[in-house]
C-alpha cells in the first residue's frame, strides 16, 4: 500500500512568490492534513480537509491556503512568500475523522524563501 | 487552548539503559495522546497512542500510560538500543484530526 507522497521534496523560492505543494493520500484516506515544521515553532497545524471541505484552520496568515479535490489529493499554496516561510511542510492523511486514528505522514516538501 | 509540554532535550544515552521522555499536557476534557517518532530524514510515524484515562499504550517496546489526575503521558523503554535514536514527538487532540505537539526531544543512544 502506498505511503502519503508530497511533492516537490525541496524547493527554493524568493521572497513575494507564491509556492504550491501537493499531498497524495493513502488510498481511501478522506481526511488530509497540513503542518508546519521549523526549528523555532516546532510542528504546527495549517489546516484539514475532509470530503473537499475545510474542518478545521490553525493560527496562520490568509497567505496560507489549501484545498482538496474529489478525489481526496491536496495542495497548500503560499502567496507573497517571506523568510519566515522557509519550513518544512508535512501533509498527513487518516482515514478516521474523529480525532483518535492514526495520521500518516509524508516525508515533507522542504521550502527554502530566500 | 490544548498545550503539550516535553522534557527539553537532547537525551544522550547508552546502550541498553532506561528511557524516560517526560510529557504533560493542558487540555480540557478527555484528549487523545500520542506519541510520533521522526528519524533521521524520514516522515513522522506514530510510535503509539492512549485514548481515555488508564489506557497504556505500547509499541516496539515503548510504554506510556495516559494519566489523568497528573495530565501526564511519559514514554519509557526498559532497554533502549542504538537504532531508537531519533526525535520523539508527543501529541494530542481533542475530537478532530488536529494534533498539537510537543517540541520534540532529540534522543542519540551510543553504543
Known amino acids: 500500500k502506498a505511503g502519503v507522497t508530497q511533492t516537490p521534496r525541496y524547493l527554493i523560492k524568493t521572497r513575494g512568490q507564491q509556492v504550491t505543494l501537493s499531498c497524495s493520500p493513502i488510498?481511501?484516506?478522506?481526511?488530509v492534513s497540513w503542518y508546519q515544521q521549523t526549528p523555532g515553532q516546532g510542528l504546527q497545524f495549517l489546516f484539514e480537509?475532509?470530503?473537499?471541505?475545510?474542518?478545521n484552520k490553525g493560527n496562520f496568515p490568509g497567505r496560507f491556503s489549501g484545498r482538496q479535490f474529489s478525489n481526496s489529493r491536496s495542495e497548500m499554496n503560499v502567496s507573497t512568500l517571506e523568510l519566515g516561510d522557509s519550513a518544512l511542510y508535512l501533509c498527513?492523511?487518516?482515514?478516521?475523522?474523529?480525532?483518535?486514528?492514526?495520521?500518516?505522514f509524508g516525508e515533507g516538501s522542504r521550502l527554502t524563501v530566500l | 487552548g490544548n498545550s503539550v509540554t516535553q522534557m527539553e532535550g537532547p537525551v544522550t544515552l547508552s546502550e541498553e539503559a532506561f528511557l524516560t521522555i517526560n510529557c504533560t499536557y493542558t487540555?480540557?476534557?478527555?484528549?487523545?495522546l500520542f506519541w510520533y517518532v521522526q528519524y533521521p530524514g524520514e516522515g513522522l510515524q506514530l510510535l503509539l497512542k492512549?485514548?481515555?484515562?488508564?489506557d497504556k499504550g505500547s509499541n516496539k517496546g515503548f510504554e506510556a500510560t495516559y494519566r489523568k489526575e497528573t495530565t501526564s503521558f511519559h514514554l519509557e523503554k526498559g532497554s533502549v538500543q542504538v537504532s531508537d535514536s531519533a526525535v520523539y514527538f508527543c501529541?494530542?487532540?481533542?475530537?478532530?484530526?488536529?494534533?498539537?505537539f510537543g517540541q520534540g526531544t532529540r534522543l542519540t543512544i551510543n553504543p
Open positions: 498527513a492523511s487518516s482515514s478516521l475523522w474523529d480525532g483518535t486514528g492514526e495520521l500518516f
Open positions: 488510498s481511501g484516506h478522506r481526511s
Open positions: 480537509y475532509f470530503s473537499e471541505t475545510q474542518r
Open positions: 487540555a480540557t476534557g478527555y484528549p487523545s
Open positions: 492512549a485514548t481515555k484515562a488508564d
Open positions: 501529541a494530542l487532540t481533542q475530537g478532530a484530526q488536529k494534533l498539537v
